[in-house]
């Protein structure tokens, strides 16, 4: 079935960092979003991606949807102690029934 | 903006009992899914509803069930739980496919 390989698995960091993280799947996607969990929290909706080429930004983050379809990054610049989280991504994969396939998540921590 | 509740943020049930986990969302959503989220093994679809009266498998629909009813309900039923379906679920929505799913805030399930 259809994968997510999110990398990487976690990051700690130093406060007013920036910080990347991507998504690859060996299969096209059709939509690409990204959540952020805060602990014993549910995900929450941080970027939309649809079309191929697309780069959005969301105050300090940013994330691209890849030109050939199959991996997406997200940056966020100068972080924060709030930007402590889980950074899940997911998709749409071509043709599926519309279920969202999730990354395993990305762990970051930010020391102040 | 997107509202999913869930009834409860934290249960306690016993060995056997039949637990009803409740999802209420206000944005006319046509689409709705329960996961479940264990760590190192991501979120996993337990089950999804495309409409009312309508009901899917997703991939673990073991010893579970779920209900349909009205548009903005979707209940998470064990049928008899056992202390394997002690978990963090989530509840989720979309307005239709292809569009991001919305998240509640989770319930976190013990079975003793």
């Known amino acids: 079935g259809q994968q997510l390989n999110q990398s990487p698995q976690s990051m700690f960091i130093q406060e007013g960092e920036d910080v990347s993280m991507n998504c690859t799947s060996s299969?096209?996607?059709?939509?690409w979003l990204w959540y952020k969990q805060d602990p014993g929290e549910g995900p929450v909706l941080l970027i939309a991606?649809?079309?191929?080429?697309e780069l959005t930004s969301n105050g300090r983050l940013t994330a691209q949807f890849g030109i050939t379809r199959k991996d997406s990054f997200l940056n966020i610049s100068a972080s924060i102690p709030s930007d402590v989280g889980i950074y899940f991504c997911a998709g749409h994969g071509s043709g599926n029934t519309g279920k969202l396939i999730f990354g395993q998540g990305t762990t970051l921590q930010v020391k102040p | 903006d997107v509202k999913v509740t869930q009834s409860s943020r934290y249960l306690v049930k016993r060995t056997g009992e039949k637990v009803f986990l409740e999802c209420v969302q206000d944005m006319d959503h046509e689409n709705m899914f329960w996961y479940r989220q264990d760590p190192g093994l991501g979120l996993r679809l337990i089950y999804f509803?495309?409409?009312?009266?309508?009901?899917e498998k997703g991939d673990i629909p073991e010893g579970y069930s779920v209900s349909r009813e009205k548009k903005e309900r979707f209940s998470l039923i064990l049928e008899s739980a056992s202390t394997n379906q002690t978990s963090m679920y989530l509840c989720?929505?979309?307005?239709?496919?292809?569009?991001?799913?919305?998240f509640g805030d989770g319930t976190r399930l013990s079975i003793l």
């Open positions: 989720a929505s979309r307005i239709f496919l292809g569009q991001p799913q919305h």
């Open positions: 509803s495309y409409d009312v009266k309508m009901k």
């Open positions: 991606l649809y079309k191929a080429g």
């Open positions: 299969s096209i996607f059709n939509t």
